[in-house]
Structure formats: structure tokens, C-alpha cells
């Protein structure tokens, strides 16, 4: 038995929130999910949990308009944390901004692995976990 | 003692002395007034031996009276001194008088003489006619001594016996000269002069008008002399009398003439001046060295009237020669021209004759005389400055930019045509005035210490860009560029000013500069636009998408869904998220609303009106919160603006401060009002929980936004704010920190 993916959701949209665990749910991975309201949250959490590697998300759908510590601020904080992580994290940024300019932000940074659009497909997120498996 | 001697005078005393019968000797006894002589002293005073009482008394008698008291002195002397010498003269019975050369010495005892011994010499050969000598010396030496000439006399051995007061002074000497020899006192005199000297002794006469004689000390002296013997009475050479004059300074001066006249030859070459002058009987023209030399004719030329006329270039200078000698010659005109001949080896020079008529008794012209330069250098310059000046001048009068002559003190005292129309005076009204006037005062200071420094010699020249009033009071600016120019001895003289009126250039660079400004201006409000309209355009895509993607994804969840429970909470989900949506749009649009109409509808409005009507909707709240709700400053303060745009921000600003107090802390809210000149400035200050700036800085008024996780944490609230504060020209600003409350300040027009 595969151990559990962790995946982590940063977003302030509850409703968002509401969808997109449930649509991860639906996928045939084992998987736990983690839900975090904003960049402060998940950041807080990241930090309390760097010995645990088994609590520690391997991927990350990141939004980016978060109130208290957005997407961008996260990623920052993340980056001054990533030495110290016991395994790699994958980064999804997630938005709903088509806007040009924040995916190229998003491309600049390494950590990112790609932009993504909302809403997340059904799809989409099967071949980011089968991805993942490989 | 006395009779012994006289027994014994036929044996002598001095024994064998004694055969030497023309060498006196004697002897005195002192004490007992003894005189004992020998043989010779009888010969030589011509006594008996037989009738000499042997005293002193009796040789003194013997003496020539006007001797007797000089011999007496001379022996008395003697008994004190020792040995010395003397002479007199004595009356030979037979021989008549004789000179005698004396000797004596004292024998002492216990220190008083008590004996003295001498020897007496009959010198009278030796010495000539003494008397005689005496005597023309005497008289000569009376008459030289007087004389102003420098005349000294000699004896056959050459020894001064006279010497005039002239004398003395042209050799530097003493009258202690006296006696002693002209070869000792001047031993640098030569043999050539000793000869001279030998022959004059034996009756040569010598006359020299000039000779030179070499000092001891170096210095040279030129002398006139004039040697000759001079006799005694019965014509026998006595010796020679000299005769000089000094001609040395004499000589200097005439020296020094002629090298005056040299310096004054060698100057009128210089000057290249000769003389000329005409004889107008014969027609024929003379000339000096130096004229010939400007004619540059050679040695044996000799000129003619027509000849020396046509050297005159033919034409203008010709005429001019012919007409002027006419003139003087027929009208007695003296004349001065200055006029271009050609040489005799064919080069052109200009020359000035300067002459004048010479009349006889008849008044009838018989010569002309003058002088002749040769002036053709200067001349040169003369033209070559003359077409500079020219030049100058022309360039002067027609520049196109204005030029002056500006004395030191500023006075304009020359300017040209373009000057007079840059500063829009007539010219001469200009030159009454100084540049200083004119100038504007902002400038003047830097224009003054500039030229004080160009006065001081620190700098040449100096450019500076610089106003002026011109006399309709218009204010030009101009480039001027100044220059000094000075005098001989460094002084300054005046100033070149050159004056460009660059107003145009300036007021287009000034326009340019202000259309650049103005274009900043607008270029920043664009992009602030820009920026708010992307950041609008950001805003509404993200606030907009995201319900709208909410609800798609609700839609398929739906339809996917079995339980009842489930649907029943997406139906929910679905109903939030519209109601969402709807809200966002409803502010985008009144929003747009606001930033379209800005503008429009415009009072005056009293602030304090506005914020006691808001404060008094949040009576409830405030009562609950038991917040503490003041208002300061300015109470009058009125703005230009939308009243419910007003109203909308004041209720924003306090509707937050009294949301975000701090939990348990009953807020403190300070609303100040300023008068800030154009703008109205009121501020509201809490005692809340802060804002993070650094962290939401950025953020801060930008649409839905939320920096807390409060309930009532809207967020849309500041965007809306900011926007109509903008909409009436005003701007917000924030200070905070966190847990330590925030400054709202707003800025908007006055009326």
C-alpha cells in the first residue's frame, strides 16, 4: 500500500475550498488534504511540522489573492523554508487571474512548477497526482 | 783752567785731529764757560788763536746776527738732547758770511751736561750763494704759493722748495713736502720724466699740452705742463719751476661730449633723420649722410633739384613734392609732408621732409632747410592699424549680434546698430547709460562679480546668460560674452561686450521644458491611471472569475451529486457565490460610476456637517463599544467635492476604526481637521489594531481585500474610498503599525 499523498489547498475562497477538496477527494489516490485559509496558515503550519515529512504536503495548489500573506508573500517565506524541508514540495500556483504578468511571475520561480487557471479540471488534477506518482 | 789753555794752544788738545784744519772741532766746559777750539775752528771763523778769550760768548759773536738766536737754541738744545745738527751762518773777517754746518753733543754726568763736543763745517760751496737763494726763493716762493696755477719749485737736487696751494691739491699732498725730493714724494715718476726733469736743469725748456700720468692708486691724469730752469742772480740754474695743469676733468668732460655726440649720431640713425637744405640761388640740393642713406644713393652721387624731385613717386607724391617746394620758395611757406619715393635701388619707402624758407635781408628766399625721415615702418603700421581699424569697424557696425564698448565703471560708450535694437534704444539714449541699469537684478550680482574678476586680471573674458530690460520694460535674455582690453602698463582700458538676444531660444526652451512638465504630469496621471485601470481590470478579472468559476464548478459538482444532503449544501454554496458576485459587480459598477462623474455635482461642503451626521449613525455601535469619538482643528473647513462621496469616505474611515479596535480596548477615535492652503486635510486616527504596511502596503486600497480574519472584514470598503477621493482630486494616505492604530489621512480641494 502506497502511503498517502499529502496535498495541501491554500485559499481564502471557502467555496473554492468546498470544491476543490471535494474534487480531490474524488481522485483514486490515497491522499490526505490539507486546507489552509492563507499563506500565514500554511506557512505556520509548514514550520511546526519540518521534522514530520509524512505531514508535510508533496503538493501544493497555492492561490494567489489571499488576504494576510498572499500567494506571493508565501512563496517567499517558502523559499527561506525549503533548505530545511525533509522532502521536496511540488507548487502549484492557482488563480483565477489571467493576467500575462502573473504567470510570468509565476514562471520565474523556481519553486513553482507551473500556473494554473481555475477552475481545476477533474483532469487536471488526475495528471498532476499521476505525474506525481512517476 | 783758562791760562793753562792758552799756553797750551800751541800743543792742541786734539792732538793729531788737529792736522784736519777745515773740519772745526770745539769743546765747551759748562761749568766754567769754557771753549776750547781747534785749528780748523780758527780757520773756519778766521780768528787768532791768540785772540780768542775761549768763551761762548766770543763764538757767538762770531755768529751773523739774524742766525743768533736759532744757533743759541740749537746749542742750548744740544746740552739737553744729545747729538743733533744745526746750521748758521757767521761774518768771516775776510771771507765775508759762510755758511757753517754744525754738529754737537752733550757729555753728561749725573744726568747734567757738563761738557759738550762738536765739530763745525764750512759748507758754503756746497750751498751756493745761500743768500742769494734765499732770497729769490723767498720772493718766488711768496709769488708761487699764491698763485692759482699748480706751479712748484725745485732746487738742482730736485727738492720741493715751494709749492702753490694748487699744487698740493692736484697731487694730494702736504706742504711738509718742503725739502724733501719730487722723486721721493712721487716714486712712481718715470725715467722719461726724470730726463725731462735733467734737462730742464741744464736750461731746457719743456712744454707738454697733454700728458698722462699714472697715479700710485691707478687713476690716470692728464696734465699740461711747462718745465724750466730758474737762476740766480749771476744766471746759474737754482733748480727748475714746474708748471701743470690738470686737465684730467677736462678731459672727462670732453670725453663724455664726444660720446654724447656719438650716442646722438648713432640715435638720428636710428631715427634715420638727416638734413638737407637747398640753395635756391644755384638750384642746388644738398644733403647729409643720412639722407643720402635713406635715398640710398652711393658715396659719389650728388644731387640735382630735378633729380632729388624725382625720386618722388610719380602722381600723387610728385605733385605734392613740386607744389611744396613751390610754395616755400615763392610764398615762404614752411612745409611738412609725408609722401612715397623710390630709392635709388628701386625700393619704395615713405619718407617726411620737414622744411623751412631761408629769407636774405631782402627778404627774398635763398635757401630751404630741413629734415628727412624715413618713416616708411611706421607708415606701414599706420596703414596696416588704419585697415584694422576698418575692418574693425565694419565689422562692428554690421555684426548681427549687438556689439559695445563698455567703459570700466559700465558706461556704454560705443555700440552698434544691433545693440541699439536688442535693447530698444536709440543709440544715443544708450550711451548716456551703464550696462548695470539695464540689467536685471537677479543677474547683476553674478555679472558684477565676474567682472570684478576680469578687472582683477583672474580671468580675460567671461560668458554669462543674462537679463536685461529693454526701455519698453520687456524683459530679453541675452549671451553675453565679455572681453577687457588693456593699456601699455597692464591697466584696464575698457571692455568688448558682445550681446546675443537668445529670449526666443530661451522662451521656447522654457515652453519646452514646461510641455515636458506637463507631459510628465500627464504621462504619470495616465499611467496612475493605467495602473489603476490594469489594477482595475486585475481586480475585476480576479473578483469577477472567481465566483463565476465558483459557480461552474457547484453547477457540476450538483449534477454529479447523489445525496440529497449534498446538494442541499451546494445549493447553499451556489447561493453565497452569487450573491457574491453580485456584490462585487454592484461596487465595480458604482465605482466606474464614481470615476466617470468626477466632476459632476460639486458643492461646497462643510466637513463637520458631514462627519457629526455619520458619527451620529454609529451611536448604536459606539455605545456598545464604548468608543470615544472626537473632532478637532479647523471646525469651519469646507471642501469642493460630492456630498455622498463625502459622506461615503468619512463613514468608510470611522466604520473601520471602529471595527478594527483592538479586542478589549474601547476605541479612541481622533478626527482632526487642517487647513493646508488649497487643500482641506482632515485625518482620522484610531487606537486599532494596525496595518502591517510592509506587508499589505500595496494592497491596502486596492478592491477586496482583507487584511484580518474579522467577520465584518470587508475589505472593498478602502478601494471605494480611495476611488471617489480621487474622483473629487483629493488623495489618502495611511501611517500605521500594527496593535499601535492607523492615520487615515485625506486631502481634498478648498472651494
Redesign the interface.
Known sequence: MKKPVVLCVIDD?D??Q???T??LKKTAVSKRILVF?DGEEAIDFFETHLSKADDLPDVVFLDI?M????GW?FLEEYVKLKPNLPKPITIYMV?????ARDREKARAITEVSDYIV??LSEDKINDILIELST | MTTQANKNLEISPFGDLDLLDDVGIWEYGVLNDELVWNKGMFAIYGVKSSAFNHSYAEWKNALLPQDVEAAEEAFNRSLTTGTFKYQFRIVHPKQGVRHIKATAVAIKKDGKAVKVVGTNIDVTDYIGDVSQERMIAGTFKAFIEQTPNAVAMFNKDMEYIAASDAWLSDYHITRDVIGRSHYEVFPEIGDDWKAIHRKCLKGHIDVNNEATFVRDDGSIQKLRWHVRPWRHENNEIGGIIMFTEDLTEIHQERRERAKLDEVLLETQSVAKIGAWRVDVIKGKPYWDKITRQIHEVPDDFVPDLEGAMNFYKKGYSRNEVQRMINRAVEHKEPFNFELQLTTYNGKDKWVRSIGKPIVDSSGKVVELSGIFQDIDEQKKKEIENKIIKEQFENAFSHSAIGMALVSIEGKWLKVNNECSNIFGYPKDELLTKTFQELTHEEDLGKDLELLKDTIAGKRSAYRLPKRYYRKDGETIWTMLSVSIVRGASEEPLYFVSQIEDITKRVKYEQSLKKANKDLSLLTDKLSLQNKSLSDFA?IT??NL???V??I???QE?YKESESEDEKA?IQD?LF??TN?LKETLNELIEALIVQDSAGENFEKIALTEVINAVVANFEGIVQKKKADIKLNGNQDLKVLGNKHYIYSVVQNLVSNALKYARPNVPPIINIELIDDGKYAVFKVKDNGLGINLA?HGR?LFGLH?????NED?K?VGLFMVKTQVESMGGTIKVESEPEKGSIFTVQLPKP
Not at chain 1, 488576504?67 to 498572499?70: F, I, S, Y
Not at chain 2, 481585500?705 to 480574519?709: E, M, Q, S
Open positions: 475562497d467555496v473554492y468546498f470544491t476543490i471535494r474534487t485559509s489573492n488576504p494576510v500573506m498572499d508573500d488563480s483565477s487571474s489571467v493576467d481555475k477552475p | 486585475h478579472s480576479h472569475r472567481s465566483p468559476s465558483n461552474v464548478t457547484l459538482i449544501e454554496k453565497q457565490t457574491h506587508r494592497k481585500k482583507t487584511f484580518h480574519r472584514a475589505g
